[in-house]
Nanobody, 128 residues
Framework: QVQLQESGPGLVKPSQTLSLTCTVS??????????WTWIRQPPGKGLEWMGA???????YYSPSLKSRTSISRDTSKNQFTLQLSSVTPEDTAVYYC????????????????????WGQGTHSTVSA
């Protein structure tokens, strides 16, 4: 059974960087051909794909967030990390990590294969 667990600060000040970590158990983040993904849901809004890091270590970013997003991994800890810079209150959301079974990606668009495992989510608030 694959399990994902998000961790990170519940409160971040505007203009700071939000850093979240997803710890994976039950599978290696280097296993072909999965994409380890960050998704968020602001209050009252739908799910938003933020980006992913592939089994190969290649990161992929949402075109709308690319300038502020960095996704990396630590294979020794089986973790992957999201950093979102210059946050504003609009970045307040529940942040999820998930495993995607595939990804088609271009600089302007993407298509997910489907998420088979999710973390429970972590709420991060951006406020002074």
């Amino acid at each position: 059974q694959v399990q994902l667990q998000e961790s990170g600060p519940g409160l971040v000040k505007p203009s700071q960087t939000l850093s979240l970590t997803c710890t994976v158990s039950g599978d290696s983040i280097t296993t072909n051909y999965y994409y380890w993904t960050w998704i968020r849901q602001p209050p009252g809004k739908g799910l938003e794909w933020m980006g992913a890091i592939a089994y190969s270590g290649t990161p992929y970013y949402s075109p709308s967030l690319k300038s502020r997003t960095s996704i990396s991994r630590d294979t020794s800890k089986n973790q992957f990390t999201l950093q979102l810079s210059s946050v504003t209150p609009e970045d307040t959301a529940v942040y999820y990590c998930a495993r995607d079974v595939g990804l088609l990606y271009s600089s302007s668009n993407y298509l997910n294969g489907g998420y088979d495992y999710w973390g429970q989510g972590t709420h991060s608030t951006v406020s002074a």
